[in-house]
């Protein structure tokens, strides 16, 4: 069972949590982070979803998930990419570039609050460190290769923000 903390829409704690599956109470929102990995050639690091997964199968995106409760946004960021694709980041260089309260895409309406890291890595990438079998394969791409998943349909469509909100800023 995974539990999440429930935050007001101002990103209050409030002391309860919530159990991932069940419906998340009006006016209370939960912590998700995504996580982009850019090497010093430029690329970010995007994975492919496993074919087990009940959503999005096979679909490309970047790292991410649910903060559990306990923890802060960075400490979830960290947490979710040594799960999903077995790095261990230096928390001391995410930089958070983007906050989001109740995002609605295509009509519906998340009651999360979305932070979006960027976090810098150079080495190599082995899935054998990965501690969840979510992702089926990782490559590093150009903004331009990711705009084209998006564009063909398979990069997650909640990740359209990348070009215009968090390649711009981590050149910037």
Known sequence: ?????????????TGRTHIRGEEIPEGYYHLVV????????????ISQRSASRPASPLMWECV???????????????REV????????????????????GR??????????????VFP???TVSLENATTDEVAQVQWMTPAQIGALLESGQLVGTLS?????IHQKAEG
């Open 1 to 13: 069972m995974e539990l999440w903390d429930l935050y007001t829409e101002n990103r209050t704690l």
């Open 34 to 45: 995504h996580v982009w990995i850019k090497n010093s050639n430029g690329q970010y690091l």
């Open 64 to 78: 991410g998930g649910s903060v559990l409760a306990g923890e802060n946004s960075l400490e979830g960021a960290v």
């Open 82 to 101: 040594k799960e999903e694709v077995g790095l261990d980041l230096d928390p001391a260089s995410g930089i958070l570039v983007r906050s989001v309260t």
């Open 104 to 117: 609605v895409h295509y009509g519906v309406k998340f009651r999360d609050i979305l932070d979006v890291w």
């Open 121 to 123: 890595y150079d080495g």
């Open 161 to 165: 923000y990348f070009s215009k909100e």
